[in-house]
């Protein structure tokens, strides 16, 4: 089964880590991609521009690079980079994170033999060294039980997801909608009618713990929540008292103190 693997690049990203994840998706998988797709969302650094041209030595024609000349954000950056993808199946990939050798092959396994059209699966979290793990991300298995987590919490973990391509775009495919791109997909594609599952087990390393709070807390981040559960109640996904519900819960998080913040989210982990 012929895949793609789709990533997003950005300037701020760290070289070192960006080169530890192609490692991971493609000098250590058990079944390589048959193509590595890169968004370069704006203007580079130097230092990222000499990681990606050894990585196109390495990997020569399998590897395609689409240049955006400015920051156009992950939602369109993904957008745009589906459409390049040659294959049905895309592998979504973040540039610092870390999948196992086998991931590929696992969820090619369960897209083969189960009726469903996205795959994703549990995620490790680490903050600097990926050995040392601080907390798993388990996430329900079956696509009913999925459809209604998702009316409370994402239900995939994205940087580990499969997909159809066709499906996604069915959809509508990625949007703009800061800090909810692959959240607001996924509940477009359910409400299309789209198979979820997840893999109980974790299959990639995720360099967030702790950090992902930061970006992912303070007033700025909440009204984006706002609107994004907006849209929920605007598709019908979620009924007017789970969308009070949602924000009241949703927002207070977002704006509490950071050390009470690290608290929750340690006990949300296991």
């Known amino acids: ?111 083969r033999n189960k009726d469903i059209d996205i795959c994703s699966s549990w995620v490790n979290e680490f903050e600097l060294d990926e050995h040392d793990i601080t907390s798993c991300k388990k996430l329900p298995e079956h696509n009913l039980e999925l459809i209604v987590y998702a009316k409370k919490r994402n239900p995939l973990n994205h940087p580990v997801v499969m997909y159809k391509k066709s499906i996604v775009q069915n959809a509508g495919g990625y949007k703009d909608m800061p800090g909810f791109e692959d959240y607001y997909l996924w509940v477009r594609m359910m409400k299309e009618g789209a198979k979820f599952y997840n893999i109980q087990e974790p299959l990639v390393n995720m360099r967030a713990g702790y950090g992902q709070i930061e970006r992912r807390s303070g007033l700025k981040y909440a009204i984006s929540e706002l609107k994004f559960q907006k849209e929920l109640l605007k598709l019908k996904f979620i009924t007017l008292s789970e969308f009070i519900q949602n924000i009241t819960i949703r927002f207070i998080s977002r704006v509490l103190p950071k050390y009470l913040l690290k608290k929750i989210y340690s006990r949300i982990r296991t």
């Not at 890169?38 to 020569?60: A, F, H, M, N």
């Open 1 to 111: 089964m012929k895949f793609s693997v789709l990533l997003s690049i950005y300037h701020k990203e760290k070289p070192d880590y960006f080169d530890r994840c192609m490692q991971s998706i493609w000098g250590e998988q058990t079944v390589k991609p048959n193509e590595i797709v890169i968004v370069e969302d704006g203007r580079l650094t130097e230092e990222l521009y000499i990681c990606l041209g050894e990585w196109e030595k390495k990997i020569g024609s399998s590897l395609k690079r689409i240049v955006l000349k400015e920051n156009k954000g992950l939602g369109k950056a993904l957008n745009i980079g589906v459409k390049q993808c040659s294959y049905e199946f895309v592998a979504r990939m973040d540039t610092d994170d870390i999948s196992y050798p086998y991931r590929f092959e696992k969820q090619i396994q369960v897209l």
